[in-house]
């Protein structure tokens, strides 16, 4: 026998208009502060290691950066 349909929306599929707005503000905010710190252990690391070059100032947030966008990837691909 079918199950009975309603009319009303499953809580757990649909999410508010400021429910989005608070998870991607924070997914804003977690990459600041990701780019951020990775910007600044790089230049130590950079001065650590007498570099003239700044290179770890630059891969480390781009490293960061693709570890982001695979977890936003994953979180927001369709869950099967």
């Known amino acids: 026998m079918p199950q009975p349909t309603t009319n009303k929306k499953d809580p757990k599929k649909y ?15 977690q990459l600041l502060v990701a780019v951020g ?3 600044f252990l790089g ?11 700044h290179l770890f100032a630059f ?10 966008l695979v977890k936003v990837v994953k979180d927001t691909s369709k869950k099967k």
């Open 37 to 39: 710190i990775a910007v």
């Open 59 to 68: 891969v480390l947030p781009l490293l960061v950066i693709v570890g982001l």
């Open 43 to 53: 230049m130590k690391t950079d001065d650590w290691l007498n570099l003239n070059f």
């Open 15 to 29: 999410k508010s208009t400021t429910a989005y707005l608070l998870e991607y503000s924070g997914l804003a905010i």
